[in-house]
């Protein structure tokens, strides 16, 4: 097996990454390690519950102003043709994701707006409990009556549900009344890390019967290691694929340039000041309180390497390292 040609021909997507937007800061620098990995696409996270509706369509006004002007080398797109033109032409193709419901205001029609600035995924809640349902470091009071018409909103306009940060309950109800594929985007098997953010082999298995896909994290929690390695991402692939069929497995790094300084090190003081503003929603008996960071993305063909190590074949690789995402942005995307 060739394995760099397989890599270079592949298409590589990123299921969720946090390019974090500051003032004055110079954008192209953010982009360089996805473009060093050549990935050909990602999802930009634009927003999270703690930002308002309002702080959320000004991010990604900023970022659809910023993007053409800076980083001639990605391109928004809005369909799936348009991520293999740009893949033909050499270019990063990219959407906006947003963690949690928040953003919505209450506010169902904000999905279609959303959908038109460029969102192609959302979340049901980050962490803690919101209108649309319950966070995984929460009571887990489930989907509500919102948030089901928020799933319904968004079958309907063409965007992708996540239920990545989200409860049990909740993404049960999301994954029963979604009529299209829907996606846990950056979570890992509970079964071999016993963390809240991870999911257990129910969760996996209801998302792969929508046709959906598990992205494979590379935060180090998250994956039970002191420094995040590509083994560890392959091991958690592994194991979704043996319960699901390969197809339904996919990678999601989530990772941030701008919060974590260097490989291995200790989170950076950015980090560790959100940390301990909010412990509530990030807390210390999960582990927040100690390291957390995230694989460079910059060692994607490491993990393409462990991959092949763990058995995986060249149809199966393909599928993983952006092929399952893409069949279902081609199922769901309108």
Not at 40 to 58: C, G, K, P, R, V
Not at 167 to 177: D, I, L
Not at 239 to 261: I, K, R
């Amino acid at each position: 097996m060739d394995l760099s040609a397989i890599y270079r021909d592949s298409l590589v997507w990123d299921a969720h990454c946090d390019l974090e937007l500051i003032p004055n800061e110079a954008l192209e620098p953010l982009f360089a390690p996805w473009r060093q990995a050549k990935f050909d696409y990602i999802s930009i996270n634009a927003s999270f519950d703690l930002l308002s509706w309002t702080q959320t369509i000004e991010r990604i006004a900023a970022l659809r102003r910023q993007i053409p002007l800076e980083v001639p080398y990605c391109r928004l797109v809005s369909s799936v043709d348009e991520i293999d033109q740009a893949q033909a032409e050499g270019k990063i193709a990219a959407t906006f994701d947003i963690e949690g419901m928040n953003a919505l205001n209450g506010r169902v029609e904000l999905v279609k707006l959303y959908y038109d600035l460029g969102v192609r995924q959302m979340a049901i809640a980050y962490n803690l409990n919101k209108l649309a349902g319950s966070g995984c470091h929460d009571e887990d009071m489930g989907l509500t009556e919102f948030g089901a018409q928020v799933i319904y909103e968004m079958n309907r306009v063409g965007m992708v549900v996540d239920c990545s940060h989200s409860s049990y309950k909740t993404t049960m109800s999301a994954m029963e009344r979604s009529t299209d594929p829907v996606v846990f985007s950056h979570s890992n098997a509970k079964a071999l890390v016993d963390h809240e953010r991870n999911i257990t082999d129910t969760q996996i298995k209801a998302c792969a019967e929508t046709g959906g896909v598990v992205g494979i994290t590379g935060v180090n929690l998250f994956l039970d290691e002191d420094v995040a390695g590509p083994s560890g991402v392959a091991r958690h692939a592994a194991y979704v694929a043996e319960l699901t069929g390969p197809e339904h497995v996919g990678l999601s790094m989530d990772f941030s340039p701008n919060l974590v300084a260097q490989e291995g090190a200790a989170e950076s003081q950015t980090l560790t000041d959100l940390l301990s503003e909010d412990s509530k929603r990030w807390p210390e008996t999960a582990g927040y309180d100690g390291r957390v960071h995230s694989l460079d993305v910059r060692h994607l063909p490491q993990v393409a390497q462990e991959l092949v190590a763990v058995g995986f074949n060249e149809t199966e690789l393909i599928g993983i390292l952006g092929g399952n995402f893409r069949r279902v942005a081609n199922r769901v995307w309108k």
